[in-house]
């Protein structure tokens, strides 16, 4: 699968909308994963300062260096995400819902995919999602991230971690 907009889109995945806009479409009320995805390729521009949320009081901010060294030339996955993983937000529109909410800089527990909203482009970063079912999630989601690391040898920009 091309881990673009079309390949996903091919791939089964719906949406494709700015994050600011999980607010205005229904999102599913079911398990799956999600991308976050940057179009147009180009080398970003950094923030100083992370705009999300302050989740337990511990800024999100993280240094230039850091976003520089996890940025990966050229590609438009940037964030892969899912439901489950012993939280309490077990389907998309709970997940995505928390992801909205920390890029608006409320104190939610979103922590993965922070380096995101240190983008100075941020607003022009979309959301797309696949329902899956609940034990497919974290199988669907390492196949995604296992694509993404043998074809470029690091995690999408804001994946933190393989879990």
Not at 5 to 18: D, I, K, N
């Amino acid at each position: 699968m091309e881990l673009t907009r079309s390949g996903l889109t091919a791939a089964g995945f719906q949406g494709f909308v700015q994050v600011a806009d999980l607010a205005t479409v229904e999102l599913p009320a079911e398990p799956g994963i999600y991308v976050v995805i940057r179009e147009g390729g180009g080398t970003p521009a950094f923030r100083g300062e992370n705009v999300g949320g302050w989740f337990k009081g511990t800024d999100p901010s993280v240094a230039l260096e850091s976003l520089e060294d996890a940025w990966v030339d050229d590609q438009e996955l940037l964030y892969v995400g899912g439901t489950g993983d012993g939280d309490s937000a077990s389907t998309l529109r709970d997940r995505m819902g928390l992801l909205r909410r920390f890029a608006a800089g409320e104190p939610v527990g979103h922590w993965g995919g922070r380096y995101l909203w240190q983008l100075h482009d941020r607003h022009r970063l979309l959301v797309a999602w696949k329902v899956v079912p609940p034990t497919g999630v974290k199988p669907a989601k390492a196949a995604l991230l296992s694509e993404f690391w043998d074809r470029h040898g690091a995690l999408p920009f804001a994946n933190l971690s393989w879990r």
